[in-house]
């Protein structure tokens, strides 16, 4: 019998990890450790050769455990398993998501370079593009969804420096509207812009659908960013997040992250491990609570809209499109607009009992928040506005609760929101 080629969700309790090696321990054990002991000085020398890049690997020969801030048998561990969901060549994990995405964005442009941008993309990324890399001489551009490759494409023309163009950094769906970019129409245009000198890279934070549901790399994508804190840690337990992609790009950021210091430490590598084991059952049984969530919400009185990508049909154009082609699942991303404005956004967050008001996503548990005042507060209020997050605007990330009990729980704060507050006299 042919020996079957198993599943990421089966290979998440043992792939890349050897019991024999850390004395039958099934599971592998946290190594809290600054440094690893040589056998002799001869290989310590090896090891540090390949680290250093000082020369080429020989047949089989792997890199040496020299010291924890360049590698950890949890950290490795960890990458070779998150490898497997997106099919990539190599992982590097961080100590957080915007970790991950700013280390990314550091070692991929130069100063003088364009970054063409898709919007919206969530707060913190935001503000990294357009305050932190504009001190580096970094230049910035963002399209909207719904505007075609060509129209992106005469957006970077009229900045003057297509020539300068080096990355397209996409977030789809995009944090918090659930508005979708077409990932192999921006490899395409960042293709016409590659030249035999340099090759214009595409990367991808896939943080929303998480590794599931939607595999950027397989549409062109060079890079896919993760916030591991959201689906892949999914119990609101630990901070990190991962970059993903070829064996040389990924070679080039964990060059840059072992001198930034940024990588995940091994508490954070166990903690995930350990989540990983359960990744499937819970993002399944968190997306078909938000099918029956968002059907709720878009036959209530009290909501104006409903974002969510299970409620897309042929009417919505490009979007149902590139749903239907890139996405695997709805996901578990759930946004309206209450009828009102930011007072009853508030009253309906204020009397949610199971919800629990709080940023963040992709946990175990249901949150609900404000993204005008909470994770976008510091996105200009124009552009906001331009992108549809309004005050009456609430983001919801749906858990493994039953799903009954979510729409009870929403149920009555809808009706407090319709109970007029009593004026004592």
Request: aromatic share 10%; net charge negative; hydrophobic share 40%.
């Amino acid at each position: 019998m042919n020996k079957p080629s198993f599943s990421p969700e089966s290979l998440m309790m043992s792939y890349g990890y050897k019991p024999e090696l850390s004395e039958g321990s099934i599971k592998c054990p946290i190594f809290q450790t600054s440094t690893f002991v040589f056998r002799n000085a001869e290989e310590g020398k090896a090891f540090f050769e390949l680290a250093y890049g000082l020369r080429d690997p020989e047949l089989d020969e792997q890199p040496g455990l020299i010291y924890s801030r360049l590698n950890n048998p949890d950290l490795e561990i960890l990458e070779d398993r998150l490898s497997l969901w997106d099919e990539a060549e190599a992982c590097a994990v961080f100590e957080s998501g915007m970790s991950a995405i700013s280390t990314c964005l550091f070692e991929f442009l130069a100063p003088g370079d364009l970054l063409l941008y898709s919007n919206p993309v969530y707060g913190g990324t935001d503000h990294f593009i357009k305050h932190v890399l504009a001190k580096f001489g970094i230049h910035t551009v963002g399209f909207k969804p719904g505007q075609s490759i060509e129209e992106i494409r005469d957006i970077v023309e009229a900045t003057g420096k297509a020539d300068r163009l080096a990355m397209v950094y996409l977030e789809t769906p995009a944090n918090p509207t659930n508005a979708l970019i077409d990932i192999k129409g921006c490899k395409d245009l960042a293709t016409r812009y590659s030249t035999s000198e340099k090759q214009v890279l595409v990367a991808v934070d896939n943080t929303y659908l998480g590794p599931l549901w939607q595999h950027p790399l397989k549409w062109g994508a060079d890079l896919v960013l993760y916030s591991a804190t959201k689906y892949i840690g999914g119990h609101s337990d630990v901070i990190a997040g991962a970059c993903l992609g070829s064996n040389e790009l990924i070679g080039r950021l964990k060059t840059l992250r072992t001198f930034l210091g940024n990588m995940a430490g091994p508490w954070t590598g166990w903690l995930l491990l350990r989540s990983l084991e359960t990744l499937k059952v819970r993002m399944e049984q968190q997306a078909k609570n938000a099918m029956q969530v968002a059907d709720f919400l878009a036959d209530h009185p009290n909501v104006e809209k409903v974002f969510f990508l299970g409620h897309l049909d042929p009417a919505d154009g490009e979007q149902y499109r590139i749903f239907q082609e890139q996405c695997l699942s709805p996901g578990a991303m759930i946004a309206f607009r209450i009828k009102g404005k930011e007072a009853e956004a508030f009253k309906f967050l204020n009397n949610l009992k199971l919800f629990k008001l709080a940023v963040s996503l992709g946990s175990t548990e249901s949150l609900a928040q404000h993204p005008a005042s909470m994770t976008h507060a510091g996105v200009d209020p124009e552009v906001r506005l331009d992108l549809g997050i309004t005050e009456n605007f609430i983001r919801l990330s749906i858990g493994v609760e039953k799903a009954e009990d979510l729409i009870w729980d929403m149920e009555q704060a809808f009706n407090l929101v319709n109970t007029p507050v009593k004026v004592l006299i």
